[in-house]
């Protein structure tokens, strides 16, 4: 891994050590403030979710620094209807270990996180229906979601106080998650119960983990504004390594939490190559969201989260356009129960009817219609061991096809999974 470190971060190690208050955090406490919200640094990068959201985490201090564990995995059996459909037991899977500490006059966080879906998901690749996007073995995926690298984040973040409300903050990631798009679904709050990826992650947040990813962040008040460069190309199948590439892409996205409970983004990226089976391809995407979270402590509810999402594509020298629509609610009924629907509309294109056959001599990528999935899940907690959550749910996803799609994957399939999570807890 050839990977220089900044000789700005290389500046902020040898200061010395001053202790803000604002280190002291405790497993699932929601902070008040913007600025306090990015300290803590629980989402994937540099993304933020509203300053009200819990988020199961072991926490320990040791010296001077502050240490935190997030993590969650399921063990997932799907069965599909239709053509296309298919069967299969896998697990996806991720892990985070987080320290902190006041350095010099901010605060420095090293961040790294592991998935073992390179071993738990076989073939690179476990179904689902319509999803589209990367490659495996020189032939693109189709109705099949690609596993995450072993190294899905490798990260040093710095937070410094210029003024009163004022925040300048630095991202160095060789593995990371540039400026575009929400929290990346296996780490937003309003998906943390559903096993599966939303079918328009390659419209919204499948740069999360993008190579050689350097971030500046600007805040002030209830506003943040940040931009990036990245290397653009998505990983191959080659999941167990580091990847790395010239720093050919950016981003910048403006942040806005106007209270406690609400967080809005607005983001742009230009993406180089993003394809290996399209290397003349550049991407230009956006995105926009709204995310909710509403703590409410009563009798029959304890929280409520939810995100509304848009992400748009315009790929390739034929300008094809890709839109996503998604909206995603959990409800927390109890410490042992919750319910959650994922509704999506995204557009599809040609490329799933090459059925992940060698892309064809002079193929042209064409739209192809619309699909639309309607998801509904619950689960049950249960107690295994000590500081571990655990829970058993199911979901269906019923999808609505467009006609040009309707032959080759019928008129009405249907998706049933099975899951038990895992994930740390204070409790």
């Known amino acids: ?23 002291q955090m405790h497993s699932g406490q929601t902070q008040a403030s913007l600025i306090q919200t990015i300290e803590r ?19 320990t201090t040791h010296g001077n620094w502050t240490l935190m564990f997030h993590a969650n995995a399921f063990i997932t059996d799907t ?47 476990y179904p689902l229906l319509f999803q589209q996007g990367e490659t495996a073995y020189g032939s693109p995926i189709a109705d099949g979601q690609h596993p995450h690298d072993f190294v899905m984040e ?63 962040g600007l805040t002030h008040g209830i506003t943040r504004l940040e931009a990036s460069g990245f290397h653009g190309r998505e990983p191959n199948e080659h999941r167990w390594q580091v990847q790395q590439g010239a720093i050919d892409s950016w981003s910048t996205r403006l942040t806005l939490q106007p209270g406690r409970n609400w967080s809005g983004q607005y983001s742009y990226a230009y993406i180089h190559s993003p394809e290996q089976l399209f290397p003349s391809e550049n991407q230009r995407r956006m995105t926009a969201s709204i995310m909710y979270n509403k703590p409410c402590h009563n009798r029959y509810i304890r929280n409520w989260t939810s995100s509304l999402i848009w992400g748009r594509t315009r790929t390739g020298s034929n300008n094809i356009i890709q839109n996503s629509y998604l ?80 032959p080759a994957y019928g008129s009405n399939p249907v998706g049933v999974t099975f899951f038990i999570r895992l994930s740390p807890s204070d409790h």
């Open 79 to 125: 069965q599909q209807s239709g053509p296309r459909g298919k069967d299969k037991l896998f697990s996806t899977n991720w892990f985070m270990p987080m320290a902190q500490r006041a350095w010099g006059p901010g605060q420095l966080t090293l961040r790294v996180m592991f998935s073992l879906e390179p071993a738990t998901v076989t073939d690179r690749q």
């Open 41 to 59: 640094h629980a989402s994937s990068g540099t993304s933020l979710e509203p300053s009200s959201t819990p988020t199961p985490m072991l926490m």
């Open 327 to 406: 909206l995603e609610s959990l409800v927390t009924l109890t410490a042992r129960n919750n319910l959650y629907t994922r509704i999506e509309n995204v557009d599809r294109t040609t490329e799933l009817l090459l059925d992940e056959q060698p892309v064809p001599p002079g193929f042209e990528e064409e739209p192809a219609g619309r699909v639309q999935a309607y998801t509904l899940g619950g689960d049950h907690g249960f107690a295994i061991l000590p500081h571990l959550s655990s829970a058993l749910g199911m979901q269906v996803t019923a999808y609505t096809v467009g006609s040009r799609l309707q």
């Open 1 to 23: 891994m050839k990977f220089r470190m900044p000789a700005l971060i290389a500046l902020l190690l040898a200061l010395p050590v001053y202790a803000p208050a604002q280190m």
């Open 154 to 216: 490798l990260a040093a973040l710095y937070d410094l106080p210029i003024v009163k409300n004022t925040l300048l903050s630095f991202y160095v990631a060789p593995v990371g998650d540039p400026a575009i798009g929400p929290t990346a679904f296996p780490h937003r709050a309003s998906a943390m119960e559903d096993p599966v990826a939303t079918l328009g992650h390659h419209q919204e947040d499948s740069t999360h983990i993008s190579d050689d990813v350097i971030t500046i």
